[in-house]
């Protein structure tokens, strides 16, 4: 079965602070596998997916296939990353969309 | 210059009726999504259409039925609207569908809440 999953409803850190956003995945194939995000009133948009190996607002990915992972990380947090943070995975050859139930990051100043 | 739109943003209604849904992208994509977002914010995607030919149809009740007059629409009808629908539903939009092998960045919408009474 084709799953995502997001063990921490809300992650609560101060500024500064390091953060890790988990992500675990269940696919038998290569999977293709995104970040999108959420901040308050604002669109659904993505933040960055493991193709690219990017570096987006500080935050980093990277696909661990023998542990089926995804975590997000960010060195120092700051307050404008409060936001809800999905995980989001896509079958090869495919648009399909399949989305974690998403971790709340709230950072204190 | 919005690039995703939906309309109504905020529909409430009453169990038993029919409503729409509107979405409108001017980003020159040729695919276009449905998905419905429950009160635990879990994101499912519903359907996804391809130059207006239905290319994902998850396990969706019938009462639900996309139509997509032309690319940059795609909206969606729901009959005999039920509590359970209550939800926000979200539009997105890509490029395409995949190119080798892989999938476009998809450009969502603001949101639609449904609340049925």
């Known amino acids: 079965a084709q799953r995502v999953t997001q063990p921490e409803k809300l992650l609560s850190v101060f500024k500064g602070a390091p953060v890790e956003l988990k992500c675990n995945y269940s696919y038998s194939g290569s999977p293709e596998l995104f970040w999108y995000v959420q901040y308050s009133r604002q669109r659904l948009q993505l933040l960055l997916r493991?193709?690219s190996r990017e570096s987006i607002k500080g935050f980093t990915a990277d696909l661990n296939k023998g542990e089926t992972s995804f975590h997000l990380k960010k060195p120092f947090a700051q307050e404008e990353d409060s936001a809800m943070y999905y995980c989001?995975?896509?079958?090869?050859?495919?648009?399909?969309?399949?989305f974690g139930t998403g971790t709340r990051l709230q950072v204190f100043p | 210059d919005t690039a995703v739109s939906q309309t109504p943003k905020y529909l409430v209604t009453q169990m038993g009726n029919d409503k729409s849904i509107k979405c409108e992208q001017n980003?020159?994509?040729?695919?276009m999504y449905w998905y419905k977002q429950d009160s635990k914010k879990f994101l499912k995607i519903m359907f996804s259409y391809n130059n207006k030919e239905l290319i994902i149809n998850e396990t969706v009740p019938n009462r639900f039925s996309p139509k997509s007059p032309d690319k940059a629409h795609l909206n969606l009808h729901i009959n005999s609207l039920e509590l359970g629908d209550s939800a926000v539903y979200f539009c997105?939009?890509?490029?395409?569908?995949?190119?080798?092998?892989?999938?476009?960045?998809?450009?969502f919408g603001p949101g639609t809440r449904l609340t049925v009474t």
């Open positions: 980003l020159g994509h040729d695919t």
């Open positions: 493991h193709i």
């Open positions: 997105a939009s890509s490029q395409g569908a995949v190119r080798g092998g892989l999938s476009y960045e998809q450009y």
């Open positions: 989001a995975l896509s079958p090869y050859n495919t648009d399909k969309l399949i």
